[in-house]
């Protein structure tokens, strides 16, 4: 698999006539109809209700509706020209309370969304967990306990029995980490919980239900393809210093390795496991065999990339702002002792995220060169910005459209040095409820005005299908340096 600069205009880069398009979005983000048809409360439902939890106080109670308005969605991804369009199943709305049988007019809603991409021509890329946790399960200890797994491993089985005849590609989990270390360790996301120990044996957890439900999948859908999506990151030292070199090595590890490692080498890191030794749970509740379910092969790894990242040690905060830098102003993690830095003239997003998308071309030759030649599929790529509906009727957002082309030439990059790149989804195709952001954060490339619902192509819109209609992206270089 290669691909070539387009010998029809030097400008354009073209990508291998295989590649896969796509499109991606989360239940909880946009489906709305919290209490509709037999869903029961999840997680996040019960942490948009704590006062500070989340901005303005906002939820996903209707969200973009898109339980009611999931025809005109699938129009949208169609007149889009995707390939494909991956989605994340609500767990709450298959078993209320995270046990027994399915509930089935949730089931219908999925066959149902299944049935319209399958019409459409749009193959269904399935994520099975995306942070919406049966509030029920959380009540019971969440991911800080052994149980939740197994009972995701029998959530699996009902989704992939209904659903797997129009399914050919399942991802288990989406961002695992953001799940344990910032739903129980940093308490920014649900269920808002402030605790190392319980994070390490939540990334525990999270992982082992992965390694339970590939044989499920693969039982269920033989022909299925099945992967999971990590988020993760190109950890860089903000100098040469020992102790930061070391800083960026521990956010690395955070990030990245106690995930990988596992998954394609059947271990957690050792410097890992030496720094959380002390922390209750932790990784004692690694269990004999755990660590070969959780290593079992798999077809693809889902990779989600949005920004750079500069550390270095918290002693050397001072050093970093004499050096130029603005410095974070405090420690996400104290235990981790790593300050972000800021490169001064770098653009950001509406995030507050610095644009640099040399690093994901950096990213995808490390995973290629020290863990796996597996197909990789870019799962979520994006950018949120301040758009707006201008006095003509139009959302023109440049800036998305810059990042997007930019990023995507990075994939590019990473193909034209052997990097076995499958795919591409952008995040997100709608504007939704952005986590303990709410709706200040717009990702998406079709606007949505969420009093009425109401949805907007954006011009990045348009730039995307003319991409997905070319198979190709005009040539960038390095993105958002200084």
Not at 366 to 391: H, K, S, W
């Amino acid at each position: 698999m290669s691909a070539t600069r387009s010998t029809a205009n030097d400008s354009t880069r073209a990508f291998p006539p295989d590649f896969l398009w796509g499109a991606a979005t989360a239940a909880y983000q946009i489906e709305g109809a919290a209490d509709v048809d037999g869903r029961g409360p999840s997680i996040w439902d019960t942490f948009c209700r704590q006062p500070g939890a989340v901005l303005n106080g906002d939820n996903g109670d209707v969200a973009c509706d898109h339980y009611h308005r999931v025809d005109e969605d699938l129009d949208l991804l169609d007149q889009l020209g995707v390939g494909t369009y991956r989605f994340s199943v609500a767990w709450p709305r298959i078993q209320p309370t995270g046990r027994g049988r399915a509930n089935q007019r949730g089931l219908d809603f999925y066959r149902r969304l299944v049935d319209g991409l399958r019409d459409r021509g749009i193959e269904p890329t399935v994520t099975l967990y995306h942070w919406d946790l049966p509030q029920p399960l959380e009540d019971d200890g969440g991911w800080r306990v052994r149980d939740t797994a197994e009972r995701f491993a029998q959530y699996v089985e009902l989704v992939a029995s209904a659903l797997g005849d129009g399914v050919g590609r399942w991802i288990t989990l989406n961002e695992p980490w953001c799940s344990s270390w910032l739903g129980y360790g940093s308490g920014e996301h649900a269920p808002g919980l402030r605790d190392i120990g319980a994070a390490a044996a939540a990334n525990h957890h999270l992982l082992l239900a992965h390694g339970l439900a590939v044989p499920i999948l693969r039982a269920a859908v033989p022909s299925a393809k099945v992967g999971i999506t990590l988020n993760l990151g190109d950890h860089q030292a903000g100098s040469t210093h020992p102790l930061d070199v070391a800083a960026a090595r521990r956010a690395d590890g955070n990030l990245n390795r106690l995930f990988l490692d596992p998954i394609f080498h059947g271990r957690y890191p050792d410097d890992m496991l030496e720094h959380y030794a002390a922390v209750e749970p932790g990784f004692a509740v690694v269990r004999d065999g755990d660590l070969e379910r959780i290593s079992l092969p798999l077809d693809f790894l889902g990779v989600n990339y949005y920004f750079p990242s500069t550390v270095v040690d918290s002693s050397r905060a001072a050093q970093a702002r004499v050096a130029g830098y603005v410095v974070a102003r405090s420690e996400q993690f104290p235990d981790l002792h790593v300050r972000s830095l800021e490169t001064p003239g770098r653009d950001k997003t509406a995030m507050d995220w610095e644009i640099q998308a040399t690093g994901l071309t950096s990213l995808l030759v490390r995973i290629r060169d020290e863990y796996t030649p597996l197909p990789i599929y870019i799962t979520e790529n994006g950018a949120a910005f301040d758009d707006y509906v201008d006095p003509n009727g139009a959302v023109v957002d440049q800036n998305r459209i810059t990042y997007l082309q930019e990023h995507i030439s990075a994939v590019h990059d990473a193909i034209d040095v052997g990097v076995n790149v499958r795919g591409y989804f952008v995040w997100s195709l709608l504007d939704n409820f952005e986590w303990s952001f709410g709706y200040s954060r717009r990702f998406g490339i079709v606007w949505v005005d969420f009093p009425t619902g109401t949805r907007l192509p954006k011009a990045s819109y348009a730039w995307y299908r003319e991409t997905i209609r070319t198979n190709a992206v005009e040539y960038a270089t390095s993105v958002g340096s200084a």
